[in-house]
């Protein structure tokens, strides 16, 4: 796939472009969930966030200018985080109506995610969601020579290939990830 991120965004700004859309929350619904529970949130209410964020998401992605040296991340990272602090606020707002607004506590901070553990959950997100995109030996050869560290001559023979079709598949493989990574850590 050689989609580029500011392509997928600029293809967000056309009108009806379903396939666009589904390649959007494919690769953000899992991110602003994982977003959504760092922030401490149970699971449906952590679900309801990743709706509310698409909500504002519909509304200002058709208008939204990408810049290349901005981060898109930062700012739907921002885009969730006040959506967060929205619900929170909604939340503490006292039942008493005599209770004074100075009166209520301002919501703990809290600070951006780690790169580190965001490129790490990534790869943990995606690399499940690209097996569809391989004959079954191409990725079994992968998986059994790069996720599980076995050498390819026992995974080649475990699968009736060669040595050099098991490195062949995690060529193949890791290009494809670092193709789709690329794509999400560029926004």
Known sequence: MHTTSATLLHKLRQEGDADAWMRFTRLYSPILYYWARKMGLQHQDALDLVQEVFVVLVQKLPEFDYESHKRFR??????????????????????????????????????????????????????????????????????????????????????????????????????????EFDDLIGL
């Open 74 to 179: 930062g700012w739907l990272w921002i885009v969730t985080k006040r959506k967060w602090l929205e619900r929170r606020r909604r939340a503490s707002l006292p039942l008493d109506s005599t209770a004074a607004v100075q009166d209520l506590q301002a919501p703990p901070r809290t600070g951006e995610l780690e790169e580190a553990e965001f490129r790490d959950y990534l790869l943990r997100s995606l690399l499940p969601s690209l097996r569809g995109n391989f004959q079954e030996s191409t990725w079994q050869a992968f998986w059994g020579h790069v996720v599980e560290g076995r050498p390819a001559i026992e995974v080649a023979g475990e699968l009736g290939l060669s040595a050099a079709a098991v490195y062949k598949a995690k060529l193949r493989i890791l290009a494809h990830l670092h193709r």
